[in-house]
C-alpha cells in the first residue's frame, strides 16, 4: 500500500506482506473514521483495515457456497459495503460470482455465475454500491461482458449498459448524476446520469498499447491511457487514474468545467 500527499509526493507505505495480489479497494467512512476494505486475489481473501494497516478482521474464501473445489480457486478482485453493512465481494479473477455477506460477515448467498445472459458474469471486476436514485444498487463492471450491471442488494438483476464500453473495470460518480469508467482497453467513459456515454479522455490511438501492462516510461503520454484498471476523485473535482503498468502509473486529470465535476459518495456511517 503506498500513500500518497496531494502534491503527488509519497508520505509513507505499509503492507509488504500483501505482495502479488493487493488488488480492489474500498474506503469507508464508519462514525467519523475511515477504513479500507481490500481485496487480495493471491491470499484468497478480503480484509478491513485502519488506514494505518492495522488488521480488524478478515474473511477467506467462500466454501459454504459450494461453487469452489479448494481456495485456490477463489481470486477476489473488488468488495463494496452498503450502508447498513452488507459486504459484497466480486470474484472477478476466479469463478465469476459476487458474493454477499451481512454486516456481521455471515455469508448470506452467492448470485451471477459465468455466462452472458442477463445477471451473469464474465470477470465481475469491480463493484460499486450506487445510491444515485436515492436507492442503494450494487453496480458490477463485469469487465469481459464488455457491460455494466445493476442489482439489487438481494441480488436481483435490475438493468445493464454497454454503450460505449470496451471492459469496464471500475466506476465513479460525477456531478450530475453520471459516471466515470475506466475502461480497460485504453481510456476512461464518461456516462450521464442515464448512463449514456458523452465523452471519452485519454483514448489511446495506438492499439498495441492498449490493455498492456508492458507500456515502457518512453511511450507514456500525458493525459493518454493505456489500461485504466481505477479512477476515483477528490474533492476539487480532480480524476485520478491509476493504469495497469508493471512499473505502475497514476495520472491526475484537472477539473476545467464544472459540468465535468466529478464528485466523491457522500460518507457511509
Request: charged share 25%; with cysteine.
Amino acid at each position: 500500500m503506498l500513500v500518497f500527499a496531494a502534491d503527488g509526493k509519497l508520505v509513507t507505505t505499509w503492507g509488504k506482506e500483501y505482495r502479488g495480489g493487493l488488488h480492489g479497494m474500498c474506503l469507508r467512512d464508519e462514525g467519523g473514521t475511515e477504513y479500507l476494505y481490500l481485496a487480495h486475489t493471491g491470499r484468497h481473501e478480503v480484509l478491513k483495515t485502519t488506514l494505518g494497516g492495522e488488521v480488524l478482521w478478515t474473511i477467506g474464501w467462500p466454501e459454504m457456497a459450494g461453487i469452489y473445489g479448494n481456495e485456490g480457486e477463489y481470486k477476489p478482485t473488488a468488495i463494496a459495503v452498503a450502508a447498513d453493512g452488507r459486504i459484497f465481494v466480486g470474484d472477478g479473477y476466479g469463478k465469476s460470482w459476487v458474493h454477499a455477506y451481512d454486516k456481521e460477515r455471515r455469508y448470506v448467498k452467492s448470485f451471477g455465475g459465468p455466462g452472458d445472459q442477463d445477471g451473469k458474469f464474465h470477470t465481475p471486476h469491480g463493484l460499486w454500491i450506487d445510491a444515485r436514485s436515492g436507492k442503494e444498487l450494487l453496480l458490477v463492471c463485469d469487465r469481459e461482458n464488455h457491460r455494466l450491471q445493476w442489482f439489487t442488494l438481494d441480488g436481483e438483476f435490475v438493468r445493464k449498459t454497454g454503450d460505449g464500453l470496451r471492459r469496464p473495470c471500475n466506476v465513479w460518480p460525477m456531478a450530475g448524476g453520471g459516471l466515470a469508467v475506466a475502461d480497460l482497453t485504453g481510456r476512461v467513459a464518461l456516462l450521464d446520469k442515464d448512463d449514456k456515454p458523452q465523452a471519452f479522455l485519454g483514448d489511446d490511438a495506438d492499439q498495441p498499447l492498449r490493455a498492456t501492462n508492458q507500456v515502457p516510461r518512453e511511450k507514456w503520454r500525458a493525459g493518454t491511457f493505456f489500461a485504466p484498471h481505477s479512477v476515483c476523485a477528490d474533492g476539487k473535482g480532480d480524476l485520478y487514474v491509476m493504469d495497469w503498468n508493471v512499473t505502475g502509473r497514476i495520472s491526475k486529470l484537472e477539473r476545467l468545467a464544472d459540468n465535468a465535476k466529478p464528485v466523491a459518495p457522500a460518507p457511509r456511517k
